[in-house]
Nanobody
């Protein structure tokens, strides 16, 4: 099993930046596609960004393109989400997750992801 722990969330103002971290233990994450998702109360958890096993390919949800950057350090067993130019609509609980994607493609559906962290709250005030 893989245990994931997110950190780095907090309360910021619009336009500020945050860097989320997702530290994995139990297994190496180098065999997994990694994703970041977010969820607001009463709504479904949604894909935000994904990164392939080597870090050579990334994919983003349209609303965060150009503002968020996903990266990974397999040696540290950690995935990051750099969030710049934050907006109030980015307010959510952010989760990281693993996907043992056979072909290594980045997938956006939550049900395809195997292990999840407990989430970290990001709140952006206007």
């Amino acid at each position: 099993q893989v245990q994931l722990v997110e950190s780095g969330g907090g309360l910021v103002q619009a336009g500020d930046s945050l860097r989320l971290s997702c530290a994995a233990s139990g297994r190496t994450i180098r065999n997994y596609v990694m994703g970041w998702f977010r969820q607001t109360p009463g709504k479904e958890r949604k894909f935000v960004a994904g990164i392939n096993r080597t870090g050579g390919s990334t994919f983003y949800e349209d609303s965060v393109k150009g503002r968020f950057t996903i990266s990974r350090d397999n040696a540290k067993n950690t995935v990051y989400l750099q969030m710049n130019s934050l907006k109030p609509e980015d307010t959510a609980v952010y989760y990281c997750a693993t996907d043992f994607s056979r072909n290594g493609n980045i997938r956006v559906d939550t049900y395809l992801y195997d292990y999840w962290g407990q989430g970290t709250q990001v709140t952006v005030s206007s």
